[in-house]
T-cell receptor, first 115, second 114 residues
Framework: NAGVMQNPRHLVRRRGQEARLRCSPM?????VYWYRQLPEEGLKFMVY????????ESGMPKERFSAEFPKEGPSILRIQQVVRGDSAAYFC?????????????FGPGTRLTVL | QQQVKQSPQSLIVQKGGISIINCAYE??????FPWYQQFPGKGPALLIA?????SEKKEGRFTISFNKSAKQFSLHIMDSQPGDSATYFC?????????????FGGGTRVLVKP
């Protein structure tokens, strides 16, 4: 059973470009979370999705950021018109169900560098 | 009220020693407290987790101590090994919120010297 997969692992963008980060959850997992980790800091929750639904986007910046988890295919975190402050590691996690255990399995992350 | 505060920021311990990392939280609705281990360039991996109905949980060399009244919990790494050198994050979540999103502490960088 493959773990959570993220691609690309490294992404370099110039200011003003768009960044698309992909996450394939573990097989059988229907819950996806995105977290952002700034250098030398802890992870900060961004958004929680189930298939075709955004459940909690309380950690997402109001502008330029969007996320989706379509019925088929990976979850996508999209950042439009990137700025240098968007440089960070973006981690996706998945879990099989909501509720008591809530064990979340993390992917290897995408490290975004904005020039 | 969603904060989780972690200390120390960094820790150096000799091989065979005990590493102790502390976390404090504010939200009394938190009911799940995991610890994650992260190596450079990798994603966090779940190490051990505890719920507030127990005061201690041990798995191998790793022990979580939980003090509900003080709203604090800690990770003890016994017989620390160089391979334990990593960054450790405490986290918390509440089943009252949809999705059980994790609130992370700031992390502790542990270096175990041979």
């Amino acid at each position: 059973n493959a773990g959570v997969m993220q691609n690309p692992r490294h992404l370099v963008r110039r200011r003003g470009q768009e960044a698309r980060l992909r996450c394939s959850p573990m097989k059988g997992h229907s819950h996806v979370y995105w977290y952002r980790q700034l250098p030398e800091e802890g992870l900060k929750f961004m958004v929680y999705l189930q298939k075709e639904n955004i459940i909690d986007e309380s950690g997402m910046p109001k502008e330029r950021f969007s996320a989706e988890f379509p019925k088929e295919g990976p979850s996508i975190l999209r950042i439009q018109q990137v700025v240098r402050g968007d440089s960070a590691a973006y981690f996706c996690a998945s879990s099989p169900k909501q509720g008591a255990s809530n064990e979340q399995f993390f992917g290897p992350g995408t490290r975004l560098t904005v020039l | 009220q969603q904060q989780v505060k972690q200390s120390p920021q960094s820790l150096i311990v000799q091989k065979g020693g005990i590493s102790i990392i502390n976390c404090a939280y504010e939200n009394t609705a938190f009911d799940y407290f995991p610890w994650y281990q992260q190596f450079p360039g990798k994603g966090p991996a779940l190490l051990i987790a505890i719920r507030p109905d127990v005061s201690e949980k041990k798995e191998g060399r790793f022990t979580i101590s939980f003090n509900k009244s003080a709203k604090q919990f800690s990770l003890h790494i016994m017989d620390s090994q160089p391979g334990d050198s990593a960054t450790y994050f405490c986290a918390a979540s509440t089943s009252e919120a949809a999705g059980n999103k994790l609130t992370f502490g700031g992390g502790t960088r542990v270096l175990v010297k041979p």
